[in-house]
Every structure is written in C-alpha cells, then in structure tokens.
C-alpha cells in the first residue's frame, strides 16, 4: 500500500489560503518544478476534506472550476463529511469517517500516494496517525492572514524529518515524513 502524503502550497508567513478560503495568490506560481511533477504522476487517489470539496466560494473541488489540481490529475477521489453527504457528484466518494475513508482510499492508490487536500484534514490524519509525510511548496509571497499551514492551540509536538529540500524558479519544495513516536 502507498503512503498518505499532505502535499500543499503555502506562502512563506505560513498561509494555505488567503482570506475566506482564497486561492487567486498561486497564480504567476507556476511553471516547471520538478518536484511537483514527480509527486504528480505518484498520485493514486486523493481525501479530501469537506470544506475543501465545497470550497468557501463555491468553487471547491465539486466544482468544475475548482477541480484539483486544476482537472490535470484524474482519478478516485474521497470526500470526508462528518455531515450528510451532498448530493451524488461523478468522481467523488463520500465517506463518513477517517478510518474506513482512509482506508478505501489506499486501497484504490494500490502503490500510488493518498494525498489529502485540506487542513483540517490533514490535521486529522496526523492526529489519527495515518499521515506519512507532507510536502510543501513555498512561494515567495506573504498573505499576512488566510488559513495557516498548521493551527493548533494546546496541540503536542510533532517531529518531523527532512527527506528533500529543493528549488525550481518560482518554489521551494519541503518534502518532510513525519517521524512517529516509539
């Protein structure tokens, strides 16, 4: 079975998305980087949280505006909801609980990566101790408020280890597993 991997884009004061869920800052972001072209075509499903998949605008990976990763990667898609599913969208799995999501989702990644988008999400798989390893994409620009990367008061340290650290022009890419407790 593959890993689950947070694979996010953040700007450098730490933010995933600008104020009310705003993702216009990635653009002019773009171009070759290898790094992100390696974990693209590793991809073999993804989990993705619900207010991901419903977007603050409407414009979430429901929609067809807001598919992931821009409609370039295809594949199985699961929804976490702990509320009642929408209603049925072709390409996307609604699952009621971390657990069973999970798993259904690596068992349709086969070798390939689950990649959770969203974080909550991710904060949830880490809690739960499923999250393998993250990689962020930082771009130079800051937000100065948005979603954070990773926000939680009271929470336990978490350890974690570099596996890469590279640059294309525009990004740096962290690539980090996280380092579990004995």
């Not at 949280?49 to 990763?69: I, M, N, Q, V, W």
């Not at 295809?74 to 657990?99: I, N, R, W």
């Not at 990773?150 to 340290?157: I, M, V």
Request: with cysteine; charged share 20%.
């Amino acid at each position: 079975m593959g890993k689950v991997l947070w694979h996010i884009t953040m700007s450098l004061d730490g933010f995933i998305a600008g104020p009310g869920g705003d993702m216009s800052w990635m653009a002019g972001y773009g171009g070759a980087n290898p790094t992100a072209e390696e974990v693209m075509s590793k991809i073999g499903a993804l989990f993705i949280g619900h207010r991901t998949f419903l977007g603050d605008d409407d414009a979430g990976a429901g929609s067809e505006e807001g598919k992931p990763y821009g409609g370039v990667w295809q594949g199985p898609m699961f929804v976490l909801t702990h509320d009642k599913a929408p209603a049925p969208t072709p390409g996307f799995t609604f699952v009621g609980d971390l657990e069973s999501g999970i798993a259904a989702a690596k068992a349709a990644a086969g070798d390939g990566y689950v990649v959770v988008l969203g974080a909550n999400t991710a904060q949830q798989c880490l809690d739960a101790g499923v999250l393998d390893e993250i990689l962020i994409h930082v771009v130079p620009v800051l937000l100065g408020d948005g979603v954070r990367l990773f926000d939680r008061k009271g929470g336990d340290l978490v350890r974690l280890e570099r596996l890469s650290l590279t640059h294309s022009p525009q990004v740096t890419n962290i690539w980090l597993s996280v380092v579990r407790a004995p």
